[in-house]
């Protein structure tokens, strides 16, 4: 949205300002859950822009959730410092009330060591997403379908990669019984999915995968002064293993839009949700999750999200999902080879067009911290695009040391709930435990289940896994119901 009237400011109640070319440019809030765009090659200034966009959300009350690749987007937490070319872009675009603040920032990082533990438990990642996390081929995918489908039609929850690889012994060890039901599992196949699961521990994705388990509730807190918690992931780390990367963005997003109930087109956003590094969701993603994908980026914003996607290129972006985002900053491209030029013919032609400049030749012009912008207008259309300068961040730019970010975890509240795991003895002890525990309260039940395994042959070898499964479909199969129901990209139906 352009406005040719008023005084750009940080505070607005026009919108959030994005920068200014011949007109100052806006994100409405009321649109912001239609999605956006953020694309340019590197070094161009993405950084900023997304920078800028989380501080006004978090000044309007909105959460924001955002990966930090290179450690740049820390500086969240602390106020910017004084830098003359700082007064100097605030100046040209003029923007008054330019000034410096930090914002009330929460630290996450799946390894524990740059902020709260953030995990998951392997029945809530389900099946389709560990899948591909594991990499496996068609016939090893549908096995792991089937073991899940075992456990999620006893009510029976898998917490760890332990429960998991119990389940799988399980139903190797059972397989004749359970052809009937689940189609064959093979021996070889489940050796296979034990084998990626030994990789997936070596890669540190154990420590993801486990109790305490996310609230997702916790990412939707406002700070001090009512201002949305910056929910930042550290990744650094995490980006050496780019499809856990991608997975545990993705199943993030499956959460929200599995969880949050529906609330049409609200003033604002619930939530704003960045996916940086957006290339590493797509690259060699079959047929099937993307269309996955695009189902729950179209649906999610009537639950309130606005998802912001974030790459070098626009052609990382499938042509389904980005003609679904309609706020779109696009910084400079490098028309070097083949494919660079086409990226910018096909990121100037998505543009509503401008009669004063010629957006396929703009692009590759570009200077740093500046950009083609197309915002939604009042009715959602799409606005003219804007050669805009971007307004400056009033949080620092650039990392934060480590003392600074261990005074911001240490002042969170959620420490106590996730920097420590409850998992201190193996899985399948504390699930036993468990299902003894409600066995002996439900007498009749367990009475049933002796009657209903009197006429099955069993081996001297029975052993604790064995046990383990029945005990655990008795106890956990009492508490969530009969069955475990799962959504669109395999999450639980909590509901």
């Given at each position: 949205m352009s406005e040719t009237t008023g005084v750009p400011s940080m505070t607005t109640d026009q919108g959030i300002f994005i920068g200014k070319g011949e007109n100052p440019v806006y994100l409405l809030p009321r649109l912001a859950n239609r999605h956006g765009l953020i694309a340019g090659a590197t070094g161009t200034g993405k950084t900023v822009s997304l920078q800028i966009l989380a501080e006004d959300f978090s000044r309007r009350g909105v959460p924001v959730f955002m990966a930090d690749v290179k450690g740049d987007l820390a500086?969240?937490?602390?106020?910017?410092?004084?830098?003359?070319?700082?007064?100097?872009?605030?100046?040209?675009?003029?923007?008054?009330?330019?000034?410096?603040?930090?914002?009330?920032?929460?630290?996450?990082?799946?390894?524990?060591?740059?902020?709260?533990?953030?995990?998951?438990?392997?029945?809530?990642?389900?099946?389709?997403?560990?899948?591909?996390?594991?990499?496996?081929n068609d016939t090893q995918e549908g096995v792991l379908y089937a073991v899940f489908k075992l456990a999620d039609d006893n009510g029976m929850l898998l917490l760890d990669l332990k429960d998991l690889r119990a389940l799988l012994v399980f139903a190797g060890e059972n397989a004749r019984d359970l052809q009937l039901r689940y189609g064959n599992i093979a021996a070889a196949s489940i050796g296979a999915i034990q084998r990626r699961l030994l990789v997936l521990e070596e890669q540190g994705a154990e420590q993801f995968l486990g109790e305490p388990a996310l609230d997702?509730?916790?990412?939707?807190?406002?700070?001090?002064?009512?201002?949305?918690?910056?929910?930042?992931?550290?990744?650094?780390?995490?980006?050496?293993?780019?499809?856990?990367?991608?997975i545990f963005l993705l199943w993030l997003l499956s959460q929200l839009f599995e969880e949050l109930p529906e609330i049409g087109d609200p003033e604002q956003p619930r939530l704003v949700f960045f996916f940086d590094e957006a290339h590493l969701l797509f690259d060699d993603a079959p047929k099937a999750l993307l269309e996955k994908i695009e189902q729950v980026v179209r649906?999610?914003?009537?639950?309130?999200?606005?998802?912001?996607?974030?790459?070098?290129?626009?052609?990382?972006?499938?042509?389904?999902?980005?003609?679904?985002?309609?706020?779109?900053?696009?910084?400079?491209?490098?028309?070097?080879?083949?494919?660079?030029?086409?990226?910018?013919?096909?990121?100037?032609?998505?543009?509503?067009?401008?009669?004063?400049?010629?957006?396929?030749?703009?692009?590759?012009?570009?200077?740093?911290?500046?950009?083609?912008?197309?915002?939604?207008?009042?009715?959602?259309?799409?606005?003219m695009v804007e050669r805009t300068l971007i307004r400056p961040p009033a949080s620092r730019m650039g990392p934060v040391t480590p003392a600074e970010r261990a005074a911001v975890i240490a002042a969170s509240l959620l420490g106590k709930r996730y920097d420590q795991s409850v998992d201190s003895r193996s899985a399948y002890e504390m699930l036993k435990e468990r299902a003894d525990r409600a066995a002996a309260a439900s007498p009749t039940q367990d009475k049933a289940d002796r009657k209903a395994g009197a006429g099955t042959s069993h081996s001297n070898r029975q052993g604790v896994v064995e046990a383990m499964v029945k005990s655990v479909v008795r106890s956990v199969g009492s508490s969530l119901g009969r069955s475990i129901v799962r959504g669109i990209l395999g999450s639980i139906l909590k509901g």
């Open positions: 500086g969240l937490s602390q106020p910017g410092t004084e830098h003359p070319k700082l007064r100097e872009r605030a100046a040209t675009i003029g923007l008054e009330d330019y000034h410096f603040e930090a914002f009330p920032v929460v630290f996450w990082d799946l390894f524990g060591e740059q902020g709260h533990r953030v995990r998951a438990t392997v029945s809530e990642l389900g099946p389709l997403l560990l899948s591909r996390l594991l990499e496996l997702l509730l916790d990412f939707m807190r406002n700070g001090a002064g009512g201002y949305g918690n910056i929910n930042i992931l550290a990744a650094d780390r995490l980006m050496r293993n780019p499809s856990l990367y991608s649906l999610i914003r009537s639950k309130g999200v606005g998802v912001y996607f974030v790459t070098q290129n626009p052609l990382d972006i499938p042509d389904a999902i980005l003609g679904q985002l309609g706020n779109r900053i696009q910084h400079a491209l490098r028309a070097f080879t083949p494919r660079d030029q086409k990226a910018v013919r096909a990121a100037a032609e998505t543009f509503r067009p401008n009669p004063a400049f010629d957006a396929g030749e703009v692009i590759k012009e570009l200077g740093v911290g500046e950009a083609l912008v197309s915002m939604l207008g009042g009715k959602g259309t799409p606005g």
